[in-house]
């Protein structure tokens, strides 16, 4: 059983929008962190946002375009994604870890920006 589940990727022009989702699967405990990483063609995953009990987390390429957001009660994250951009275009990964630090990841969702 995949742990977390992402939906919304998809192809969007430039300047658009997208809602990306995760959703921990019934077998997983709350998650102390969750958040998203992208891994684009040729490059390194990369941090895009996470959130914690302490607060949120964005990488410096999307600050201010993205919003991450969090239903703890269903252990659930979203990736509000606006004025998409050619260079977002990656498969975008959904990541929880405990407080322990047990780590956990989707399958990936890919995302596509067109100019």
């Known amino acids: 059983q995949v742990p977390l589940v992402e939906s919304g990727g998809g192809w969007v022009q430039a300047g658009g929008s997208l809602r990306l989702s995760c959703a921990a699967s019934g077998g997983i405990l709350r998650l102390n962190t969750m958040g998203w990483y992208r891994q684009a063609p040729g490059k390194q995953r990369e941090l895009v946002a996470e959130?914690?009990?302490?607060?949120?987390n964005y990488a410096d390429s999307v600050k201010g375009r993205f919003t991450i957001s969090r239903d703890n009660a269903i252990n659930t994250v979203y990736l509000q994604m606006n004025s998409l951009r050619p260079d977002d275009t990656a498969v975008y990964y959904c990541?929880?870890?405990?407080?322990?630090?047990?780590?956990?990841w989707g399958q990936g969702t890919q995302v596509t920006v067109s100019s």
């Open positions: 959130m914690t009990n302490g607060g949120s």
């Open positions: 990541h929880g870890r405990y407080h322990w630090g047990t780590d956990f």
